[in-house]
T-cell receptor
Framework: QKEVEQNSGPLSVPEGAIASLNCTYS??????FFWYRQYSGKSPELIMF????GDKEDGRFTAQLNKASQYVSLLIRDSQPSDSATYLC??????????????FGKGTKLSVKP | KAGVTQTPRYLIKTRGQQVTLSCSPI?????VSWYQQTPGQGLQFLFE???????NKGNFPGRFSGRQFSNSRSEMNVSTLELGDSALYLC???????????????????FGPGTRLTVL
């Protein structure tokens, strides 16, 4: 049974700071990794995905993957109060290319203080 | 383009009853997945359907079942409800990739608003 672990938080950072969210996974064979954001009372939405070791940047978001250590992280630069949400890390249940069978971590709640 | 729709949005049932939830995917999406979200366990995968066939199943008891129709709409059913079944049930739809490949942006799954089930 694949497992994905995240620190539940809450993680509190001041506006403009870098928020660092971490995730570890149990299956060494996992190849795709996803970060979802979920605002309170809303559905999850995909913000980043990463396949390869190293960093992937998209605007203020950077995903970092280290397969040898089995962790993936999400950095949010210049954090804004609107980034306050729960961030969910996920890996596919199998390797069939579908995103429709994701195993999620329990999420890290981020609070950005003005 | 309309998003994923789920009905009903809220439901209250009592222990021992059964419930059926409905999901209509984004037009053109043929893959539908179901997830259960609770404060304690987080977001957990229930099952995934494509072309009326269940492709994957999570670690839930047999009381949880689903099906998909030829128009890609999907339903999930929970029989003999228990208090612990109180949760937000989310449906998501996506394209399914052709052939073996890594999951990527072309088959991003989009979540519906969910059905909030309360079991008394």
């Amino acid at each position: 049974q694949k497992e994905v672990e995240q620190n539940s938080g809450p993680l509190s950072v001041p506006e403009g700071a870098i928020a660092s969210l971490n995730c570890t996974y149990s299956d060494r064979g996992s190849q795709s990794f996803f970060w979802y954001r979920q605002y309170s009372g809303k559905s999850p939405e995909l913000i980043m995905f990463i396949y390869s070791n190293g960093d992937k940047e998209d605007g203020r978001f950077t995903a970092q993957l280290n397969k040898a250590s089995q962790y993936v992280s999400l950095l949010i630069r210049d954090s804004q109060p609107s980034d306050s949400a729960t961030y969910l890390c996920a890996v596919p249940m199998n390797y069939g290319g579908s995103q429709g069978n994701l195993i999620f971590g329990k999420g890290t709640k981020l609070s950005v203080k003005p | 383009k309309a998003g994923v729709t789920q009905t009903p949005r809220y439901l209250i049932k009592t222990r021992g009853q059964q419930v059926t939830l409905s999901c209509s995917p984004i037009s053109g999406h043929r893959s539908v997945s179901w997830y259960q979200q609770t404060p304690g366990q987080g977001l957990q995968f229930l099952f995934e359907y494509f072309s009326e066939t269940q492709r994957n199943k999570g670690n839930f008891p047999g009381r949880f079942s689903g099906r998909q129709f030829s128009n890609s709409r999907s339903e999930m059913n929970v029989s003999t409800l228990e208090l612990g079944d109180s949760a937000l049930y989310l449906c998501a739809s996506s394209h399914l990739p052709q052939g073996p490949r890594l999951a990527g942006p072309e088959n991003e799954q989009f979540f519906g608003p969910g059905t909030r089930l309360t079991v008394l």
